[in-house]
């Protein structure tokens, strides 16, 4: 098919159904002009294709391969990985005739509350966009498309079809729209989709500067953005924003709209013939795409084992208890019903039919010896209901074993697509086993399943060992058993911060808004920047995670110490692992301003290696940090800058545990006109030399004092701080009375705008 010319044969009619869906899951076709459809799947971590292409419900899907969500994925820190996941879900795709997998969602964990924080990959801009670059490279190297989700600042689930996200441009910027900003320069999806809700009391949908000016301007991006589903309010005004294909459709009452808009002339013809092109170029795109092709579910399996052994992160292993020898274990309690029906996914959109699914309770019973004795109990009810029978029941195992595992975590009634938590503890029914058992016996390990942040430091406390093992997919069963046993070493590390209590989350006071509106009163400080800011110590920090092997960190070196534009600066350490245990180290590079006027974050992820290291082995690192990394955006000037500076480099296996402090010079190419404009204030001129030159010269021509030193040394001193602290227009005005103060700064800024860079 050629595009322009498949364009000129539409008729106004076919152009307009061509911009809502066919179904549910597919686009129109028009075979007069070789227009084909094409099938879009819900897929973040698994291919969910249905069955039924008018089905928009939630069961009823092929089978296919369930991976960890993205919620732990990310905690693998491990960038192969997840490009291997990406492939194996693509492979999936082409094998059922799914042309464009509906994710990642990239969307920042704002509040550990959002329901659907089990899709999300991190509380950190930087981590999202690495996990996502990754994945979204490894399905389109397949064939098949991507969809960035969810275009912007879909945050939470309370209200997300009418909620306004009230944001100002700096936090906008920085926080929310830097993962999608890196991955459309770097991985160039080939579709972006809208969020339901409104920012700044414009629907994300009709939303012309996040669509048009920053997305399709700003970032020069040429793929084709749809809705997500249901997520248009006005189409005409969705179409001017460059929102080209809207789902689920068909959509005949919108369709007859962009046609009388069009014959009114209230909407372009060039318009509507945008967005139709867009979509025919993605059509294009998918032509060598061959359905039917088999694929390996077996492989796939057992790459959803491996990924799931990378997620999982152990949290606590006092004394050591963990791993577990089996051949010195007589018997063994197995508590909960996670363990015989384990949570493996969210629910709503993303939920995925499994290929494979073993219970823990199989999985370890298959692997213990045959002498050994396993005691099984349910341990909880299936709603949040203590039922002491159960509890008694747990209580007379937990008496008589030589060890417990007690496997617990949040229900689907607590955590899904479509609703928010309450709260961040687990569900009483839960905690009351967790704390009776471990009264009762001194060997009890707790396995979580929760697709986000937990909090219950009491019976946390109480427990010798802890392993978070999220939502971790149809691999759940074989990989805890393997880490459990120590067949597998845990090399995961948390994606984000685990609070000690919700009142310190960065979103309390704002969360979850009134009136249809939420602030994000706490700006750039989401995640561990904000318990930096605050000096809160949280229950397990961003970055953390054990392991059953011992690392030592030593000899950090830096390549430069003086980084310039379009350079890299490049950190060295060495990593020793001194134990007798092989196993995988997260190495994490975090970067702090030091002495910044500005309001910035103590510090921020920049880089991270995940290094395999074998027993007794040294092994060497070697982590390039971009210029980039160094960049915020300033709301004077309207773009991304470098501000000039001292910064630390910090080298650590956590975002508290660092290891290494390391200080470099960065220098800047901001315009020296940027810096200053008619609002800044007397002091942030005389910071600038060649300024302050223009300046003295001004002072001499209209006030008759040759220079400003000698105006501010005639000036008492506590009236000399307040002079350096008011704009230049009010001292102007103070000082010269026979020409207007703002036609002198205008003059002056003038003068200016041709010096150099700082």
């Known amino acids: 098919m050629n595009v322009k010319d498949a364009l000129k044969k539409m008729t106004l009619f076919e ?21 084909k459809s094409i ?16 089905d928009s419900g939630i069961e009823g899907s092929e089978p296919a391969t369930c991976f960890p969500t993205p919620s732990a994925l990310a905690s693998s820190w491990n960038d192969e990985l997840i490009h291997s996941v990406g492939v194996s879900i693509a492979k999936e795709a082409v094998h059922y005739g799914v042309d464009v997998l509906l994710g990642p969602g990239v969307n920042i964990k704002r509040t550990p509350l959002c329901g659907r924080n089990f899709e999300y990959y991190s509380e950190d801009p930087y981590l999202s966009s690495e996990m996502a670059i990754n994945f979204i490279r490894g399905v389109q190297e397949m064939g098949v498309g991507t969809s960035l989700k969810h275009f912007a600042c879909n945050n939470q689930e309370y209200h997300r079809m009418s909620m306004s996200a009230q944001i100002d441009e700096k936090t906008l910027f920085e926080t929310y729209l830097y993962a999608f900003r890196r991955i459309i320069k770097k991985a160039s999806p080939w579709t972006v989709m809208c969020s339901y809700n409104r920012i700044n009391g414009i629907y994300s949908s009709e939303n012309v500067f996040l669509l048009k000016e920053i997305l399709r301007e700003s970032w020069n991006y040429n793929g084709t953005i749809i809705s997500d589903w249901g997520a248009v309010w006005d189409r005409v005004k969705s179409i001017e924003a460059t929102l080209d294909l809207e789902m689920p459709g068909p959509s005949p009452v919108n369709d007859k709209k962009i046609i009388e808009e069009i014959e009114s002339g ?144 949040l229900p689907e009634y607590i955590e899904s697509e479509g609703y928010d938590r309450n709260d961040l503890e687990l569900p009483r029914s839960h905690s009351y086993l967790i704390e009776k058992v471990c009264e009762a016996n001194s060997n009890s390990i ?106 030592r960190y030593e000899n950090c070196n830096l390549d430069k110490t003086v980084l310039r534009k379009g350079e890299k600066i490049s950190v060295e350490i060495t990593v020793k692992n001194e134990s007798e245990i092989a196993g995988k180290e997260i190495i994490q590079v975090y970067l702090k301003p030091v002495n910044s006027k500005y309001n910035l974050p103590e510090k921020s992820l920049g880089a991270y290696s995940k290094l395999f290291i ?55 190419d901001i315009d020296k006109k940027d810096l200053i404009n008619k609002f800044s204030i007397l002091k942030e001129w005389l910071e600038i030399p060649d300024y302050r030159e223009v300046l003295d010269e001004f002072f ?31 001292v102007f005005s103070m000082l010269i009375k026979d020409v207007p103060a703002e036609e002198m700064i205008d ?5 200016v705008k041709s010096n150099g860079k700082t």
């Not at 685990?498 to 704002?510: C, G, H, I, S």
């Not at 008759?704 to 008011?726: A, K, P, Q, W």
């Not at 003059?747 to 003068?751: A, D, M």
């Open 700 to 730: 001499d021509r209209f006030i008759g004092i040759d220079n400003v030193e000698d105006y501010l040394n005639g000036l008492e001193n506590e009236f000399r701080r307040m002079v350096l602290e008011m704009p230049l227009k009010t």
């Open 266 to 409: 209230e909407l372009k013809k060039e318009t509507l013939d945008f967005s139709v092109e867009n979509i025919l170029n993605l059509i294009e795109k998918t032509k060598n795409f061959k359905p039917n092709e088999k694929v390996d579910f077996e492989k796939n399996h057992e790459l959803a084992v491996k990924a799931a052994v990378e997620s999982i992160v152990l949290l606590k292993n006092e004394n050591g208890i963990l791993p577990l020898n089996r051949a010195e274990i007589g018997s063994i309690g197995i508590i909960g019903s996670f363990a015989e029906k384990p949570r493996i996914q969210g629910l709503g959109s993303s939920r995925v039919n499994p290929t494979h699914l073993r219970a823990p309770v199989d999985c370890i019973k298959e692997y213990l010896n045959d002498e050994t004795k396993v005691y099984y109990s349910k341990g909880y009810a299936d709603e949040d209901i203590v039922d002491e029978n159960l509890i008694d029941e747990a209580l007379e195992i937990a008496g008589k074993t030589d060890f417990v595992l007690i496997f617990a975590g």
């Open 614 to 668: 074998e027993a007794d082995e040294s092994k060497r690192a070697l982590i390039e940090i971009d210029y980039d990394s160094f960049e915020h955006y300033d709301t004077a000037m309207k773009k991304w800058v470098i501000y000039p500076g001292e910064y630390e480099i910090l080298i650590g296996s956590s975002s508290r545990d660092i290891k290494f402090i390391e200080r470099i010079t960065v220098f800047s």
């Open 446 to 551: 707790v396995v979580l399943n929760n697709g986000s942040a937990i909090t219950g430091k009491e019976w946390i406390d109480s427990t010798p060992g802890l392993i978070e093992g999220w939502l971790a997919g149809q691999g759940f069963g074989e990989a805890i058993t393997k880490i459990l046993f120590g067949d597998e070493n845990p090399s995961g590390k948390l994606s984000e911060t685990f609070p000690v209590k919700l009142e310190d989350t960065p979103a309390f006071l704002n969360y979850p808004g009134e009136n249809d509106e939420v602030f994000y009163g706490e700006g750039n400080f989401v995640g561990y920047k904000y318990y930096d800011k605050k000096k809160i110590k949280p229950l397990f920090p961003f970055g953390y995670g054990m392991s059953y092997s011992k690392f």
């Open 15 to 35: 152009k307009t159904q061509l911009c809502s869906g066919l179904n549910s899951w597919q686009t129109k076709s028009f075979q007069r002009i070789g227009i």
């Open 747 to 751: 003059k002056l800024l003038i003068e």
């Open 39 to 54: 099938f879009l799947s819900d897929g973040p971590h698994g291919l969910r294709k249905m069955k039924d292409p008018d």
